[in-house]
């Protein structure tokens, strides 16, 4: 990974600015082969992979399957969402689908407690669902 000239932190591999310092950003890599041309980062051949390919649509598509098993799903999704994955897509993609389920569960517990705290039990809520329809 190349570092920035100006405050010596960590740039990433499209960065064309320093995140830290907002210093312009030259990157240079150096070839497999061991030879020290510097060339532009920006000119690497993709076809290696990497953790900034795009994921593709039944990547995803398999992913979401996954996650939406209902153990090792939620196992998965924390691990990849840790970092267990090299694709930075599929890694977002565990973190935001945690934080869906966060949610969820939130707003789950709280009309719970809204619905106990109303005094209305779930015969009574029974008996006015079969009212309403």
Do not use: E, H
Not at 101 to 112: E, F
């Amino acid at each position: 990974m190349a570092v920035c000239d100006n405050c010596g932190k960590p740039v990433y591999r499209l960065d064309r600015t320093c995140a830290n310092c907002g210093a312009s950003v030259t990157q240079y890599a150096q070839s497999s082969y061991g030879d020290s041309r510097g060339r532009s980062r920006l000119n690497d051949d993709f076809s290696q992979s990497s953790s900034y390919d795009v994921l593709s649509t039944w990547g995803f598509v398999g992913s979401m399957v996954v996650m939406s098993l209902p153990l090792i799903g939620f196992i998965m999704t924390i691990v990849w969402a840790s970092g267990g994955t090299s694709n930075l897509n599929r890694r977002n993609l565990a973190r935001g689908y945690l934080l869906i389920m966060g949610l969820g569960i939130l707003l789950s517990i709280i009309m719970a407690l809204a619905l106990a705290s109303s005094g209305i039990s779930l015969n009574q809520l029974y008996q006015l669902n079969n009212l309403i329809y």
